[in-house]
């Protein structure tokens, strides 16, 4: 199911992560120093529209927004703090806190590289050394996760991360953006760079069509879709779908959480909307 009338072009999707970066500060989320003044005009443009839509049960943005990202958080925290993982390679990273936030929780336990199309990655770099956030173990490179000789960019990246040990790419609020053929791509890219490490961890969000069916949904979807010119691409119908999928890429094993599983121990999962995103988390071994 797809909800576009354009092509992609990648630096368009790029107003979205204005529109997150001021929801994570609204919410208390890092450092207020990632929210932009465009940001908070999005959120309060959209909020007669997110009213109308909770009021008739339909998609919130914030809700699924925070429940995501928490569950994120959630399960990184927690393969850090198990000792599998000490390298981060966030893919998409807009104006959003995790980078700030993770390097100041683990400091040098961790390095984490932060990526992006080059304007939002100079944008997130200025914002991150203006906050003091900048240093050996937190980096911001610009990434194109579509383009590079058969995924090189990746793997040029992950060339960073040198102590082997476990390494998670974390992709938030891309996936749906981009074509069946991309995600296709980018999920081996993905997973020829996780099998040289030995831990590697795959964390992301992905909305199938079974938890977005409703007629606010697919209006929700249209216009979305429509702002940002790529479209809005629901790949699967079922989560099984996507669970083979990412199995038949060679990650193994493979769970798609609902943000409400997590409920007795992650804020904000319990949000009336967090179930319309499901929560990735695809692990490799080396190999
Ligand atoms: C919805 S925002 C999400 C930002 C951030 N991950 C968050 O959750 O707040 C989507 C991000 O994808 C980035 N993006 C779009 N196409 C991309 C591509 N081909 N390669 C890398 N980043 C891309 C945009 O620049 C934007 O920052």
Redesign the pocket.
């Known amino acids: 199911m797809r909800f576009s009338r354009t092509r992609p072009r990648?630096?368009s999707?790029?107003p979205?992560?204005h529109?997150?970066?001021y929801v994570?500060a609204r919410n208390g989320l890092g450092n207020g120093g990632l929210s932009t003044a465009r940001g908070g005009w999005y959120y309060r443009l959209l909020q007669p529209a997110m009213a109308l839509s909770r009021a008739f049960g339909g998609p919130v943005l914030e809700d699924f927004?925070l429940a995501r990202?928490r569950v994120i958080d959630h399960l990184l925290s927690a393969a850090i703090e198990a000792g599998h993982i000490d390298g981060v390679l966030?893919?998409?990273?807009?104006?959003?806190p995790r980078g700030y936030e993770f390097s100041r929780s683990y400091g040098s336990a961790i390095n984490y590289v932060e990526?992006?199309?080059p304007?939002?990655a100079a944008r997130k770099h200025e914002a991150l050394d203006r906050i003091g956030s900048l240093g050996p173990n937190h980096r911001v490179e610009a990434?194109?996760?579509?383009?590079g000789q058969g995924g090189d960019d990746l793997l040029a990246l992950a060339e960073e991360f040198t102590s082997g040990k476990g390494l998670a790419v974390i992709?938030?609020?891309?996936l749906n953006?981009?074509p069946t053929e991309a995600l296709r791509t980018l999920w081996s890219r993905v997973f020829a760079v996780l099998r040289r490490f030995d831990t590697g961890l795959y964390l992301s969000d992905l909305h199938v069509a079974e938890d977005n069916r409703g007629p606010v949904d697919a209006l929700g979807a249209t216009l979305l879709g429509r702002f940002v010119g790529t479209g809005l691409h629901f790949h699967f119908t079922i989560p099984e779908e996507a669970r083979k999928a990412l199995s038949s890429t060679g990650f193994d094993p493979v769970e798609l959480y609902l943000p409400s599983e997590f409920a007795d121990r992650v804020l904000d999962t319990n949000r009336p909307a967090a179930d319309r995103v499901r929560v990735i988390s695809a692990s490799t071994a080396r190999t």
Do not use: F, N
């Not at 966030?90 to 959003?96: D, F, P």
């Not at 990434?143 to 383009?147: C, P």
């Not at 992709?171 to 891309?174: H, N, P, Q």
């Open positions: 990648p630096d999707i790029s979205t992560a529109y997150t970066g994570w927004l990202h966030e893919l998409a990273s807009g104006m959003s990526t992006d199309l304007d939002m990434l194109d996760v579509l383009h992709s938030e609020g891309l953006y981009l």
